[in-house]
């Protein structure tokens, strides 16, 4: 039988893989760092921001695919590594990190039966011209504006003529499969070599052409406490 989980309960699943991710990593020499709103709440709260509840991570796309590649071989049978490599239904351009003992379920047209996870974003590089990369980065955003359109569920509570723009949206844009769009975004998200850029972004996710950064922000880490445990950030 399964019992439904509280949020604390939720929460410490997710910080069990998190530390078998960095055990992971450190093990392998993988560069990894807290991302997104984990990020902000290890520099603001030591811990979850208070109204937060997932974990993100980000890794230089080489040692991101390393991990995808490696984890994937790895004799551990409780967590699971979910990405496009690896999982031909797989719904997402970023990998996650699954409990395989949990079952977790997302309102949303894209899910499959995961477990409690967290999210794992690739970091890829970005040109060096700022038009260049505006650019580089529409196209990418235009994919995944579709990807998000095909994501939202119907709601009868929804305002009709929403309802109606969105059916409109959904059948011009039939032709693309999702898996499609996922590998296209991915494709163009690895255009630039992380390592050999200037400048360098979370393309696949997070916020847009706000995410552009110098590389010298990732030349090291530091550790910062997050719930108790210190993990990775970028030194900048």
């Not at 230089?60 to 979910?82: F, T, V």
């Not at 990190?97 to 499959?112: A, G, H, P, R, V």
């Not at 709601?155 to 898996?179: D, G, P």
Request: hydrophobic share 35%; net charge positive.
């Amino acid at each position: 039988m399964m019992k439904e989980l509280n949020l604390a309960e939720i929460k410490q699943i997710q910080l069990n893989i998190l530390k078998e991710v960095h055990d992971f990593c450190i093990k392998n020499n993988l560069r990894y760092y807290l991302g997104g709103g984990t990020l902000l709440g290890a520099v603001r709260h030591k811990g979850y921001i208070p109204w937060d509840d997932d974990i993100d991570i980000m890794m230089p796309r080489p040692d991101y695919l390393k991990l995808i590649k490696e984890y994937g071989q790895s004799e551990n049978k409780k967590y699971k590594i979910y990405a496009i490599e690896t999982c031909s239904k797989y719904p997402y351009p970023f990998a996650k990190i699954s409990d395989e003992s949990t079952l977790f379920k997302e309102y949303s047209n894209l899910s499959i039966d995961l477990g409690i996870n967290i999210d794992i974003f690739p970091l890829d590089g970005l040109p060096s011209n700022l038009q260049n990369s505006n650019k580089h980065l529409g196209r990418i955003f235009k994919y995944r504006n579709i990807l998000a359109l095909k994501n939202i569920k119907s709601r009868s509570n929804r305002a009709w003529y929403k309802e109606l723009i969105l059916f409109v949206s959904r059948n011009i844009f039939k032709m693309f499969s999702v898996q499609y769009i996922i590998h296209k975004i991915s494709s163009l998200s690895q255009k630039y070599n992380f390592d050999s850029s200037d400048y360098v972004a979370c393309t696949v996710g997070g916020y847009g052409f706000k995410e552009r950064c110098r590389i010298q922000i990732f030349s090291n880490s530091l550790l910062l406490d997050f719930e108790g445990e210190k993990y990775s950030a970028p030194i900048g």
